[in-house]
T-cell receptor
Framework: TQLLEQSPQFLSIQEGENLTVYCNSS?????LQWYRQEPGEGPVLLVT?????EVKKLKRLTFQFGDARKDSSLHITAAQPGDTGLYLC??????????FGTGTRLTVIP | GAGVSQSPSNKVTEKGKDVELRCDPI?????LYWYRQSLGQGLEFLIY????????KSGLPSDRFSAERTGGSVSTLTIQRTQQEDSAVYLC?????????FGPGTRLTVL
C-alpha cells in the first residue's frame, strides 16, 4: 500500500496569512495531484504535477513536486475564507490508480 | 447536468441488510472508480473499472463488497450483510487520462 502522509492534519489561520501543507511518501509516483473537498461534495482537482522538481502556480496557490517524486507541497499566499476546505494530495501510479493522502483540513478565519 | 451523479445521497440501513449504491459517470468516460471516505479523512480506493471490466479489485475490503458496471456506463456497488464499520461516504469518480471527476458521494450509515 502506498501511504501518503499529510501534515498538518488540521490548520486554522487568520485571513491574510500564508500557509504550507506537506504531502510525504516513501513511494515514488508517476505524478501527483492536489484536490480540495468541501462538505457534502466530492474532491475537485486543483493541479497535477508530473515532473520531479516541477513548480506550478495557480493564482495564490503554489504546488511543488519533489525531485524524487515522493513528496509535494502546497503553499497558499494571503489565505482567504474561500480557501477553507479539506485538501488532499493523491499519488498516481503507472496503473492509473490514485492513492490519496490523509488530508489536511484548513479553516481560514475572517 | 454533465457531472458524475450518485444515488442515493444518504442511506441509513440496519446491520445485516444489503445495500446498493449507484454511480452515473460522465458520458464518454471509460474509467470509473469507487472510493470510501471515513469522516473527514482521506479516500480509500475500492475498485477501478475500465469499460465494463475491473482490472483492479484490490481495494475491496471483504467479499461482502462487490461492484459491477454495465454498458460502459452505470456502476453499482453492493455491500452485503452490512456492518457498522461500513458506515462512510462512498465516492464514485469517472475519468479520462490523469483526471478524475468525483460525484457528491453517498453517505451510508449502518445502525
Amino acid at each position: 500500500t502506498q501511504l501518503l502522509e499529510q501534515s498538518p492534519q488540521f490548520l486554522s489561520i487568520q485571513e491574510g496569512e500564508n500557509l504550507t501543507v506537506y504531502c510525504n511518501s516513501s513511494s515514488v509516483f508517476s505524478s501527483l495531484q492536489w484536490y480540495r473537498q468541501e462538505p457534502g461534495e466530492g474532491p475537485v482537482l486543483l493541479v497535477t504535477v508530473v515532473t520531479g522538481g516541477e513548480v506550478k502556480k495557480l493564482k495564490r496557490l503554489t504546488f511543488q513536486f519533489g525531485d524524487a517524486r515522493k513528496d509535494s507541497s502546497l503553499h497558499i499566499t494571503a489565505a482567504q475564507p474561500g480557501d477553507t476546505g479539506l485538501y488532499l494530495c493523491a499519488g498516481l501510479t503507472g496503473a492509473n490508480n490514485l492513492f490519496f493522502g490523509t488530508g489536511t483540513r484548513l479553516t481560514v478565519i475572517p | 447536468g454533465a457531472g458524475v451523479s450518485q444515488s442515493p445521497s444518504n442511506k441509513v440501513t440496519e446491520k445485516g441488510k444489503d445495500v446498493e449504491l449507484r454511480c452515473d459517470p460522465i458520458s464518454g468516460h471509460t474509467a470509473l472508480y469507487w472510493y470510501r471516505q471515513s469522516l473527514g479523512q482521506g479516500l480509500e480506493f475500492l475498485i477501478y473499472f475500465q469499460g465494463n471490466s475491473a482490472p483492479d479489485k484490490s481495494g475491496l475490503p471483504s467479499d461482502r463488497f462487490s461492484a459491477e458496471r454495465t454498458g460502459g456506463s452505470v456502476s453499482t456497488l453492493t455491500i452485503q450483510r452490512t456492518q457498522q464499520e461500513d458506515s462512510a461516504v462512498y465516492l464514485c469518480a469517472s475519468g479520462r487520462g490523469y483526471t478524475q471527476y468525483f460525484g457528491p458521494g453517498t453517505r451510508l450509515t449502518v445502525l
